[in-house]
């Protein structure tokens, strides 16, 4: 059973327009919630995280949405670049369990030049 | 500050084999985490370590997986005997609980090919 789902797996985008990743989750006792970005051969890296007493944390480019009562969460970049061509990775964590994080299954972003 | 570092990187081994990964966590980070990553099920959390202590081992597939972390720098994945359905990427992470912030940071991975 997936607590979080990116049900995307890929999502192509022209550069300088805006891309967006969606993620849903079943769990209610997530509080805490992360994206990561993968490079092929590399590992996953932090990219911007949101509270869940928040609904919006923007980061320069990057700007993550929360919906509590939806159960979904987004990031969106704007402009688009090539170099944000990844895999992105939804991740949450649940109130009480430490440092464990679930995570999505990700969706690879192809930003076309 | 090195990261964290994984070894091998690549690993090639025939079914029935030992398999061992290695993973030296960054100083100072007192939880460490073993991850597999596949097509399938993408990123799936197999073990996690809290002061060298094993925490929550629920993610462990079968019995031929095992881990240990003996000291604060260093922990092992270990996979025997080997099978093809094991073939798969293999990351460490860990994290660092005096920081508000959930981050785990990650090592490049080991990609595992058991033939």
């Known amino acids: 059973d997936q607590q979080v789902k990116q049900n995307s797996p890929s999502l192509s985008v022209q550069e300088g327009r805006i891309s967006i990743l969606n993620c849903d989750y079943t769990?209610?006792?997530?509080?805490?919630f992360l994206w990561y970005k993968k490079y092929p051969a590399e590992g996953p890296t932090f990219l911007i995280s949101?509270?869940?007493?928040?609904d919006k944390n923007e980061d320069g480019r990057f700007t993550v949405f929360l919906n509590k009562s939806a159960k979904h969460l987004s990031l969106h970049i704007v402009p688009s670049q090539p170099g944000d061509s990844a895999v992105y990775f939804c991740a949450a964590r649940a109130t009480g369990s430490a440092r464990q994080l679930t995570f999505g299954s990700g969706t690879q972003l192809t930003v076309l030049p | 500050d090195a990261g964290v570092i994984q070894s091998p990187r690549h690993e090639v081994t025939e079914m029935g084999q030992e398999v061992t990964l290695r993973c030296k966590p960054i100083s100072g980070h007192d939880y460490l985490f073993w991850y597999r990553q596949t097509m399938m099920r993408g990123l799936e959390l197999l073990i996690y370590?809290?002061?060298?202590?094993?925490?929550?081992d629920s993610g462990m597939p079968e019995d031929r997986f095992s881990a240990k972390m003996p000291n604060a720098s260093f922990s092992t994945l270990k996979i025997q005997p080997s099978e093809p359905r094991d073939s798969a990427v293999y990351f460490c992470a860990s994290s660092f609980s005096g920081l508000a912030k959930n981050i785990q940071y990650f090592g490049a991975g080991t990609r595992l090919s058991v033939l």
């Open positions: 949101i509270s869940s007493i928040k």
């Open positions: 370590f809290n002061n060298n202590v094993p925490i929550d």
């Open positions: 769990n209610s006792m997530f509080d805490y």
